[in-house]
């Protein structure tokens, strides 16, 4: 297996492009690329060869993505309801 710093570099971009179109936001996608390679340095014994090493990052990132959604809907949700009590 490489070391994580070869895999960061050889899969830094693969990832967050990946995550770019997910958010479609630059600052957000490289925001969660970071965290995605700190979770898998973390997480590394998980790693079991099965897949592309490419591919176990993806999940990574996919999962951080639901997690970054989940925790804003929540925002946007309290904030709408302030709105809606505001404007009556």
Do not use: G
Not at 9 to 18: A, D, G, H, R
Not at 42 to 61: F, G, P, R
Not at 70 to 75: A, D, E, P, S, W
């Amino acid at each position: 297996m490489q070391d994580m710093e070869q895999i960061y570099e050889q899969y830094f971009e693969t990832v967050n492009k990946y995550l770019f179109c997910l958010t479609r936001n630059n600052d957000i996608s490289e925001e969660l690329t970071q965290e995605t390679f700190y979770k898998a340095v973390k997480k590394i014994n998980t790693y079991n060869d099965e897949c592309k090493i490419s591919v176990w990052l993806c999940q990574i990132a996919k999962h951080l993505w639901y997690d970054y959604c989940k925790k804003n809907k929540k925002v946007i949700n309290l904030d709408e309801k302030f709105l809606e009590i505001r404007i009556r």
